[in-house]
């Protein structure tokens, strides 16, 4: 058997790694905008109308807007930084993990892992933030 011959059904799943991949990059760059426009823009492409979002410091919030107001509202607890996905996610069945790094110029940065499920378009249902 040869391991290196793709099947049709394999090239389906590694393309939809890189949708993934992809949703992934694009949420977590709306964590480095700061105006409000450019936040919802990013938010709309990847995250799904409904989709939930909870963390340590915050009870689940529902909906695009909501998670915009999120990421506003973290410069006043983290002041500015820079979030950068730290390895290419891991995935299966609908939900995957991603470990991320937000890098501040001032202080220590700050190293987290995020759950998220995501639907048939590859937008983002849900996250649960660790950190």
């Keep these: 058997m040869n391991f290196f011959l793709a099947k049709p059904r394999d090239l ?3 393309e939809n790694i890189k949708n993934i991949e992809e949703t992934i990059r694009t949420y977590t760059s709306a964590w480095n905008e700061t105006e409000r426009e450019a936040i919802m823009k990013i938010i709309s492409q990847c995250w799904a109308p409904d989709a939930t979002y909870t963390d340590p410091l915050t009870d689940t919030i529902t909906g695009q807007e909501a998670i915009t107001e999120l990421i ?3 410069y006043d607890q983290m002041g500015p930084r820079t979030f950068k996905v730290l390895a290419a996610p891991q995935t299966h069945h609908q939900s995957g ?3 991320w790094l937000a890098v501040r ?3 220590y940065p700050a190293e987290g892992m995020d759950y998220f499920e995501f639907d048939d378009q590859n937008r983002i249902t849900r996250i649960v933030g660790f950190f």
């Design 97 to 99: 993990r991603f470990r």
């Design 105 to 107: 110029p001032e202080g």
């Design 12 to 14: 389906c799943f590694m």
């Design 72 to 74: 506003i509202s973290s």
